[in-house]
């Protein structure tokens, strides 16, 4: 069974920086894509950013609103995927989702439970 696990998640003040992590467990593949996407209360969960391997190198896609502040990264050899996020906002507070996929194709296939993420202005 695949277990995503979250962590990294906390206060911040507007303008600061956190790491979020994710480990992913339970595996006898390779999963293709890691991503991050974030939900309020009071609204959908939102695609955050996403890293597939690729058959020609890593391809990162990220969302508008963090492009610029919030970057990927992928240790593959562990199974994790991180979320550096820089620069944040509050309206970057949310809790945060570590999701997975064996296939580019399907990047949304495994799911953690979060992690909350406040900025405080």
């Known amino acids: 069974q695949v277990q995503l696990v979250e962590s990294g998640g906390g206060l911040v003040q507007s303008g600061g920086s956190l790491k979020l992590s994710c480990v992913a467990s339970g595996m006898q593949f390779n999963l293709q894509a890691m991503g991050w996407y974030r939900q309020t209360p009071d609204k959908a969960r939102e695609f955050v950013a996403r890293?597939?391997?690729?058959?020609?190198?890593?391809?990162?896609t990220y969302a508008e609103s963090v492009k610029g502040r919030f970057t990927i990264s992928r240790d593959n050899t562990n199974d994790m995927v991180f979320l550096q996020l820089d620069s944040v906002k509050p309206e970057d507070t949310a809790r945060y989702f570590c999701?997975?996929?064996?296939?580019?194709?399907?990047?949304?296939?495994?799911w953690g439970q979060g992690t909350e993420v406040t900025v405080s202005s």
């Open positions: 890293q597939t391997r690729g058959t020609s190198g890593p391809k990162t």
């Open positions: 999701n997975a996929g064996r296939y580019e194709w399907a990047p949304d296939e495994f």
